[in-house]
């Protein structure tokens, strides 16, 4: 099955267009992404941490601007230790201790050296730092040196972890805390970062009422409203939540329109029973060209997933269940996010090695996500995997999920002791 | 070695105490952290993504608080379906519809159906839901079933996935999106959860400067400060910088101690030379008992690490280069931070398997962290692990590794083309 035959999907003889696979989807996706137009930001390195850089970040000035001791020991010039050995050590005599912070003036000559401890700056003359373990005090103003050192030994130079002018960091890269240090370390006071991309979220159906209000009999609350919002923001996104949508279409489209305009991207959530999705269905594909491109995916949960564009705006439409929602977003929504954040690099998943406890079944083609209780185990791999197989429908299993196996296409199960990834959730 | 012989070192030939082992060291400092003593805070699930939870958390109410449909179909009485097949169908009478968000009250009797979508609530008298696909529409009035469905079929009765009174979230977790929704879901507004841990930070050495300043020659700014913050605040915890000490005991004993009153924990960096370590144990010390438990682990980078408790409280003296601070951090600190947050359960790496693009070698009885550069490739396992072996005291090359290697106590080094795992930095 090619892209192009799920973008306008056949129809098989029950009437049955063929759902794409997850990595087609995803990739058609993607494919409909333009390149990050996020603005630009300059902020502090201190709040900088997890935001993408918005272009490559050249460093001010050569780092260390000095050569600079890596070890404790005394600052000579090497040629004089040419030779030495245990037997037959070098004499230098001990001029002076370079300060920890302060740029040594007094230069090094033959037979003198400086102590000096590792970070300390060079003293001109000296181009090499002889190790203490290599050296014997022969009185207090006297050492003997027992090994020879090479020019450059002990010493960092002027430039060479990195010159004024290289790329520090690159464009696209999310910053972790050592790169915040980095920064840091090189006078960068203001970050260009991308600003956090918007997501738009909905939840529907006639029957959600607010997570903080007692629905009256026959409605529940919105569960997937504050799941999506807590999704986005650990991906690095700004969510804004704009309400529940009524199984109206004109009351549905009135909102998304606004999310849309509003957003980045938009994800809605619900809508249950058949009726209701068809309904969501058609609102979101009204919002095209192109509208709907991926109307089903062979996984399980989030099977009904759609993925339309209004423009160049990603809109998602996730199923109602919050297993299903969990795994839409991470394997569908967070590539999106990473595209449009201007993330150049890839998320990693979390992963764990377990013994599977009990054999799962799946179905061939389908790719099926098994939400996993994790213990720990004497022997290897260290733990076990437990399959939640919960009624469809069952919520409470999440608290007690902490991750899941996936099967792929090409496999129809896992066989129980078999050692599984367990993909962590956050 | 026990770790009764590491609480007061044996001393060698050589007058060296042994290094207690990586594993000996987290066992020694958490055996000394008390049960969390944090307060408790009430705060609304949205903001509560990444807290870990106070008490257990109980279901105020069933879930669902009724029998809800399963599937898209028919709410029947189950025995009206007995013995129905394709060519004998049972006929049912189309007597309403269950709306979305209501909560049907007229009864389903014998040879009569109500209409359903997946989550309505059942009607009363209705038992059993009979799938859409195992009927035929008579006519707009009545039916077919052309499969029996078993009293209970396609149905959640109230409380099966959670009653009222039981855990839904226990004490001791630290709640995922997941968990917020499931909060949202049974109206609880407020969830208990530990404040955050509070790390005092304290950059050491006369050499460094606030990194907002310009050094003049011979002192360079502080990278390990806003490292450290960063690290923190990804484990959960609140950072407070203290400010930079200088290489004076009396300055940072009163530094310590201000910082020890106001936080659960205290990291401090730096001290780069053998002088400026000995002066800044002295004063770690000085704050016992029991002062310092550990000084030294075999491991590289971070083998200077202190670990030392002010009464119950832990304090840590870190290494001066960032490298080493970002591996003794995560092995040594965050077990703290979780302890003390009242985290139960166990931090799980980031793992991804990768082929090693070149040998690398370690000493015996050391737990080494090699950083390496992560590239994908085509064959499996996926990813190529490039070792970056910088000059000691290189920083640029933080930003180019996307984790680490470790090489256990019992290895002296990993061959090219073995697959390892390598953790990714956050």
């Known amino acids: 099955m090619t892209p192009k035959a799920i973008d306008k ?67 000579v ?47 001109p003359g000296a181009d090499a730092v002889v190790m203490l373990e290599h050296t014997v005090e022969a009185d207090r103003r006297m ?16 430039g060479e972890d990195t010159r004024r002018g290289d790329v520090l960091v690159p464009a696209g890269h999310r910053l972790r805390p050592a790169d915040i240090g980095l920064l840091a370390g090189v006078g960068i006071v203001s970050a260009p970062v991308r600003r956090r991309a918007r997501i738009g979220i909905i939840s529907t159906g006639d029957e959600i009422v607010p997570h903080t209000e007692t629905p009256p009999p026959g409605k529940m609350r919105d569960i997937n409203g504050l799941n999506i919002a807590a999704l986005a923001r650990l991906s690095g996104a700004e969510p804004r939540f704009h309400g529940i949508a009524p199984d109206d279409e004109t009351a549905l489209r009135a909102i998304l329109e606004r999310a849309i305009s509003e957003s980045d991207l938009v994800v809605l959530s619900g809508g249950s029973s058949v ?85 799962v079944n799946s179905a061939a083609g389908r790719r099926d996500f098994i939400r996993m209780k994790v213990e720990r185990m004497d022997e290897p791999p260290g733990f076990s995997a437990i399959p939640l197989l919960g009624k469809s429908g069952a919520i409470s299993t999440i608290a007690r999920a902490g991750g899941y196996v996936v099967i792929a296409e090409d496999r129809q199960g896992i066989a129980e002791g078999e050692t599984v990834e367990v993909e962590i959730f956050d």
Chains 1, 2 share one sequence.
């Open 9 to 75: 999907p056949a129809i098989d003889m029950l009437g049955r267009a063929p759902l794409a696979t997850l990595a087609e989807a995803v990739s058609m996706m993607l494919s409909r992404i333009p390149a990050c137009r996020l603005d630009f930001e300059e902020i502090p390195p201190d709040e900088a941490s997890g935001r993408v850089t918005a272009r490559d970040i050249i460093s001010p000035e050569d780092i260390p601007p000095h050569p600079r001791a890596t070890m404790d020991g005394y600052a």
């Open 143 to 158: 050492i003997e040196v027992t090994q020879p050192v090479a020019a450059g030994g002990n010493v960092i130079q002027a």
């Open 275 to 359: 009726g209701s999705r068809d309904a969501a269905a058609r609102v979101i594909d009204s919002f095209g060209p192109p509208g709907i491109i991926v109307h089903g995916i062979a996984m399980k949960p989030g099977k009904p997933v759609i993925i339309a564009f209004a423009g160049y705006k990603p809109v998602f439409g996730l199923p109602g269940h919050p297993a299903a929602v969990s795994v839409a977003f991470n394997a569908v929504v967070c590539p999106a996010i990473d595209k449009i954040s201007g993330f150049a690099d890839v998320r990693l998943p979390r992963i764990l090695h377990a013994r599977l406890a009990r054999s």
């Open 77 to 123: 010039r090497a040629r004089d230790t040419f030779g030495a050995m245990e037997s037959l050590p070098s004499y230098f005599e001990i001029a002076g201790e370079v300060a920890m912070g302060e740029k040594p003036d007094r230069p090094v000559a033959a037979g003198i050296c400086h102590k000096i401890a590792t970070g300390g700056f060079m003293p």
